[in-house]
């Protein structure tokens, strides 16, 4: 096994794998970027370094420094969380490189899965069903798969992931200026952009498939995952069983993963994502080559803890059970806990926590990575934490749930609790009638007064507004925050010259 293992990531992830590590008794060692010199993940560690500036780029997704910093620490091994390098084959072949092991899939199969339209071709050829596409390489050709496919079509980032990139196009007139904003966003988010077109399947679910493979060819699933609760494609809620699948749909879903994984020659954890439509039809929609931020429900109901079966599979272990050993008991929900304002379109809100009082009790589990005096940094993922609840069946799942929201309690920053607690009494997602529209079609309802946000115009101001900062505010320590004096955070700020600018 290994003697020490690098975890090249930050928040409750961080976290969460430091905590399997210690388990499993392999000193951790932890990187931090400027300001997350105080972070929860630094002080769980057994070791931290640093890495660079604030700007993940300058830090988080530099992989000559995390390598650098594994070799001087003498980690063995490094595992990338999600987000971030995670699904960046970069990393793997340095760490190959490097005489590291890299605690997730080969480089090889990230490279197969990582482009959309090259995924659907992997998986076309192995007999895993895909929605029917086509190239989108002009507005002309864009114009002809169109036709050929039948309007409302899906534009989509080849490079893309998170739902960045993408755009529902439901007649021919919107296609061009579709296709250009598609190509925009994909070029200034993923560096590349190639987009592609997909049918759109009409009000599906986004149910997905967990697998799990080592590297003497054994694959299993362990079930699946409904995410159909998104906004703007991000998914918010995510629950284990899917409220409509059955076991047999459910066992075939599986299959079809097992079998697409084994033609990529993955291993590690990994997930199969699927749209499910009305009618019991399922569609591969992509791979992801990681772990995923759901990934606690799967453990609730399986018993199985992923992390640690990534260790055990980087370190070349063989699975320790087959597909008929893969048992699910009861019902598993997860909410993601966001420090942001509904009530301005979601807008991030960073700043200092003053308080906590995190839900605890029978079956409810909290990973988070705040604290009083935590900061939330406005230069990353605003995720407080993953709160998930585990109950017998789905009714003592969703009260479980509705109790734990109750609990929880935040101060100095934002968040989307209220939100969750709204959705949670929804009679409609309580009784599991929902799809991937549903977040649209309620949002009155769940967020109380929405408002119209031009996202890209607030993004704008906020960062005028920081670099205006920047020039008259001396440069602070590392770790420190300007807003713990009562200066509004860049988004705030910007998010209200842009509310005054209308009024």
């Excluded at 090249?8 to 499993?24: H, K």
């Excluded at 995390?66 to 595992?79: L, N, Q, S, T, Y």
């Excluded at 507005?139 to 534009?155: F, H, I, N, Q, S």
Aim: hydrophobic share 40%; charged share 25%; net charge neutral.
């Amino acid at each position: 096994m290994f003697k020490k293992v690098l975890i090249a990531n930050r928040g409750e992830i961080a976290v969460r794998i430091a905590r399997t590590l210690r388990e499993m008794r392999i000193p951790s060692v932890a990187v931090y970027s400027d300001v997350d010199r105080a972070s929860l993940h630094v002080r769980m560690a057994d070791e931290a370094h640093p890495i660079g500036p604030a700007a993940a780029t300058e830090s988080y997704l530099r992989v000559e420094r995390i390598i650098d910093v594994a070799k001087r620490a003498g980690a063995e091994a490094i595992h990338p969380g999600y987000g971030f390098l995670s699904e960046n084959p970069a990393l793997p072949e340095a760490c190959e490189a490097a005489k590291i092991v890299f605690i997730g899939p080969p480089a090889s199969a990230m490279r197969k899965m990582g482009n959309k339209p090259a995924a659907r071709s992997h998986m076309a050829e192995a007999g895993v069903p895909i929605v029917p596409g086509g190239a989108a390489a002009s507005p002309e050709e864009a114009a002809r798969t169109a036709a050929k496919l039948g309007y409302p079509v899906m534009l989509k980032a080849a490079a893309g992931g998170g739902g960045k990139g993408m755009r529902l196009v439901e007649r021919e007139a919107d296609l061009k200026s579709a296709w250009e904003s598609a190509r925009n966003i994909s070029r200034q988010a993923f560096g590349d952009d190639t987009v592609y077109l997909e049918k759109a399947i009409v009000r599906p679910r986004h149910v997905e498939i967990q697998v799990l493979a080592d590297k003497h060819g054994n694959v299993v699933h362990l079930f699946e995952r409904d995410c159909s609760i998104q906004r703007r494609h991000q998914k918010v809620v995510e629950e284990t069983p899917c409220p409509v699948a059955t076991p047999a749909l459910v066992a075939k879903m599986g299959e079809v993963a097992v079998r697409g994984a084994k033609a990529v020659d993955y291993n590690s954890a990994g997930t199969f994502e699927f749209l499910l439509d009305a009618d019991g039809s399922f569609y591969f929609l992509e791979m992801n080559t990681r772990l995923q931020v759901e990934h606690p429900v799967t453990e609730w109901v399986t018993g199985v803890d992923l992390v640690r079966e990534m260790v055990l599979v980087a370190a070349g272990e063989r699975l320790g059970f087959a597909q008929p050993a893969v048992e699910r008991r009861g019902a598993s929900i997860e909410c993601r806990i966001y420090a942001e304002d509904p009530d301005s379109g979601f807008l991030p809100s960073p700043g200092t926590i003053t308080s906590v009082t995190s839900p605890s009790g029978p079956g409810v589990r909290d990973d988070s990575s705040v604290y009083p005096g935590a900061v939330v940094s406005s230069f990353y993922d605003p995720l407080i934490s993953k709160l998930s609840v585990w109950g017998a069946d789905r009714e003592i799942a969703l009260a479980r749930m509705r109790r734990a929201l109750h609990e929880y309690r935040i101060a100095g920053v934002r968040t989307n609790l209220a939100f969750h607690q709204r959705l949670l009494e929804n009679a409609e997602f309580a009784a599991g009638r929902y799809d991937t529209g549903f977040l649209g079609e309620h949002e009155k309802e769940l967020i109380g007064r929405p408002v119209e946000v031009d996202h890209a115009a607030s993004l704008a101001a906020a960062l005028a507004v920081a670099a205006a900062s920047r020039e008259a505010t001396p440069t602070q320590q590392p770790g420190s925050d300007a807003r713990a004096s009562g200066a509004l955070s860049p988004w705030v700020a910007g998010h209200r010259a842009r509310r005054q600018g209308h009024s």
